[in-house]
């Protein structure tokens, strides 16, 4: 089965640049969406389209894709936006969704 | 402002089926623009996707549920449904309906609150 690859954490200071990748085979024909949880809540949409970002969304989120991987990256990392951070695609077929793993993001 | 509202029971008992609803307001479920979804997450684990289903009735499952689910859609109620026969104690989780926008690509952009499924006897 198709599966998407994030690293299981990311750790940086306030004000810094934290970035999430997420790699999958079909991600150079597919496109990526990034997620938000915090705990107790439904995940939230920050990017869609593997670089847009939903009216609503902090211009500090931002998108990129690069072969088979994509990346979230939030610069200017504020104590908000500390949060569970999920890919999510779909395979080659274009027929079935696949979550990454997710990544812990911590605010020192 | 589309909102989405899970129902069912919490407690399931091992073998049996679990039974959810979600309850679509704010707009119409029989919108060609979006695939209404199911996704899961287990106590402190990740989200997996469960399935989607169009307005008319077509399913996509994910292959490793697919022989113990069904998902149905109702127009008339505006709602979608999941079914989830032979339980166990590993498909205890939160179960979340989402909406999955076609002009986003496909990205689901409203979810519900979630409702907690516990399988146990």
Redesign the interface.
Known sequence: ?YELTQPPSVSVSPGQTARFTCSGDALPKQ?A?W?Q?KPGQ????VI??DS?R?SGIPERFSGSSSGTTVTLTISGVQAEDEA?Y?C?S?DSSG????????TKLTVL | QVQLQESGPGLVKPSQTLSLTCSVSGGSISSGDYFW?W?RQPPGK????IG?IYYSGST?Y???LKSRLTMSVGTSKNQFSLKLTSVTAADTAVY?CARAHGA??????I????TMVTVSS
């Open positions: 089965s496109y969406y997620y949880q439904a995940p939230v949409l869609y389209k847009e939903p569970d999920y999510q779909v027929s079935y969704g696949v979550f990454g793993g997710g | 979804s996704i990740g989200l997996e996707w989607y996509y994910n292959l490793s979340y986003l690509g496909g990205a689901f952009d979810w519900g609150q979630g």
